[in-house]
Nanobody, 123 residues
Framework: QAQLVESGGGLVQAGGSLRLSCAASGRTFNGYGMGWFRQAPGKEREFVAAISWNGGRTYYADSVKGRSTISRDNAKDTLYLQMNSLTPGDTAVYYC????????????????WGQGTQVTVSS
């Protein structure tokens, strides 16, 4: 059974950094675009960042651009999200997802989702 499993979330102070990981199991997602989304309490799930199948193209939401880096290691079937200069506004459950499509910013384009990892940023 194909699975995406996120890790690396936790509690961090404002201004700190976190590196999220998303490991694939059960099948490879090397030929898929991958993305990170987040959902804060009472809010809709929103796009954070995405990367093409070979890592050649990356996309970021304006809210994280310049302080976050998405990357992937296809040899390890693992996706990463490095987040710096975190603010309380970044507090959310972060999900990784895989898509065979090209509309990377749209959650509806993704067919595989992880269970999420909580990121909490204290002020």
């Amino acid at each position: 059974q194909a699975q995406l499993v996120e890790s690396g979330g936790g509690l961090v102070q404002a201004g700190g950094s976190l590196r999220l990981s998303c490991a694939a199991s059960g099948r490879t997602f090397n030929g898929y675009g991958m993305g990170w989304f987040r959902q804060a309490p009472g809010k809709e799930r929103e796009f954070v960042a995405a990367i093409s199948w070979n890592g050649g193209r990356t996309y970021y939401a304006d809210s994280v651009k310049g302080r976050s880096t998405i990357s992937r290691d296809n040899a390890k079937d693992t996706l990463y999200l490095q987040m710096n200069s975190l603010t309380p506004g970044d507090t959310a459950v972060y999900y990784c997802a895989a898509t065979g499509g090209a509309n990377y910013a749209s959650a509806s384009d993704y067919g595989y989702w992880g269970q999420g990892t909580q990121v909490t940023v204290s002020s």
